[in-house]
């Protein structure tokens, strides 16, 4: 098991050194561990602003930590929406691998 922390950046299964995944947030909500992920370009572009996963789907994703960043506040433009759509039940999260949903 990895000691996750925000803003830390992994490579993860099949991303190729290509892209990575950043740590946005970290939460507990209805006794689910949920981490909230931005998918960055080697270059630092970002591809995906925001998804959640369960912990245990980052886990089984993540290969090796590159560093340690700042999180920038835009990126949580995408879990404020999120957040109002769960509370709704109109969002949820995803608990398969990392590369098995950018693969959808």
Do not use: C
Not at 58 to 81: A, M, R, T
């Amino acid at each position: 098991m990895q000691n996750l922390r925000i803003g830390q950046l992994w490579t993860f299964s099949q991303s190729n050194q290509e892209i990575f995944l950043l740590i946005l947030r970290m939460e507990t909500i209805k006794k689910e561990e949920i981490v909230h992920i931005s998918i960055i370009s080697k270059d630092g572009g970002v591809i995906i602003e925001h998804i959640p996963f369960s912990k245990h789907a980052i886990e089984k994703s993540i290969l090796k930590l590159v560093e340690n960043k700042e999180v920038n506040e835009q990126y949580l433009d995408g879990y404020n929406y999120w957040k109002t759509e769960y509370n709704n039940n109109k969002a949820g999260i995803y608990s398969t691998k990392v590369d098995e949903v950018l693969n959808l």
